[in-house]
T-cell receptor
Framework: GAVVSQHPSWVICKSGTSVKIECRSLDFQATTMFWYRQFPKQSLMLMAT?????????EQGVEKDKFLINHASLTLSTLTVTSAHPEDSSFYIC???????????????FGPGTRLLVL | GENVEQHPSTLSVQEGDSAVIKCTYSDSASNYFPWYKQELGKRPQLIIDIRSNVGEKKDQRIAVTLNKTAKHFSLHITETQPEDSAVYFC?????????FGTGTSLTVIP
């Protein structure tokens, strides 16, 4: 199946700093990438949907100035947590989706996740 | 937007028994319903999916049913094994976005 990588897998940072997380589709072109946040023992909460070359669509309650998303190419999307605070500590997972046209199912492939700890 | 509800939140079954997880969705435009298995600390893995033009799909010990009229779909695991223990998520998609259920923590007792 398709492979999605995410970097870094772990990051610890001081409060007030910014952290950038990369999501890459390694063997396919992802027309759409999704960013999720997952708290321990809870579901994946969709934060935003990003399409290559256009602005990300943020879910209600997600601060776009806090969580900056850039989808620079068909294989790379980045999430930057700006001025991170302890409450931003979480597990962030990206996923990439191939085009769903032509009767294909809109399958999404998940990255391995990034665990962020803000001290 | 779409609202996906999932029940139960936890489920314990004896090895060999069946497990059933149910989800409901609110957006009638949703037409694709994947199920994911997530083991602790790992990424979700797609285990089975169904499209809205199909009522049931089976893959070995796993099956999914969809009732489009009632807007609910279910995951059935038969002959459960300890390695089936994980958190399972349902999701609903219109093709552009995916919305997840709250997850079911399944424990298969040997």
């Amino acid at each position: 199946g398709a492979v999605v990588s995410q970097h870094p897998s772990w990051v610890i940072c001081k409060s007030g700093t910014s952290v950038k997380i990369e999501c890459r589709s390694l063997d396919f072109q992802a027309t759409t990438m999704f960013w999720y946040r997952q708290f321990p023992k809870q579901s994946l909460m969709l934060m935003a949907t990003s399409n290559e070359g256009s602005k990300a669509t943020y879910e209600q309650g997600v601060e776009k100035d806090k969580f900056l998303i850039n989808h620079a190419s068909l294989t790379l999307s980045t999430l930057t947590v700006t001025s991170a605070h302890p409450e931003d500590s979480s597990f962030y997972i990206c996923s990439a989706s191939q085009a769903s046209g032509g009767g294909k199912r809109p399958t999404q492939y998940f990255g391995p996740g990034t665990r962020l700890l803000v001290l | 937007g779409e609202n996906v509800e999932q029940h139960p939140s936890t489920l314990s079954v004896q090895e060999g028994d069946s497990a059933v997880i149910k989800c409901t969705y609110s957006d009638s435009a949703s037409n694709y319903f994947p199920w994911y298995k997530q083991e602790l600390g790992k990424r979700p893995q797609l285990i089975i999916d169904i499209r809205s033009n199909v009522g049931e799909k089976k893959d070995q010990r796993i099956a999914v049913t969809l009732n489009k009229t009632a807007k609910h779909f279910s995951l059935h695991i038969t002959e459960t094994q300890p390695e089936d223990s994980a958190v399972y998520f349902c999701a609903a998609s219109t093709g552009n976005q995916f919305y997840f259920g709250t997850g079911t923590s399944l424990t298969v007792i040997p």
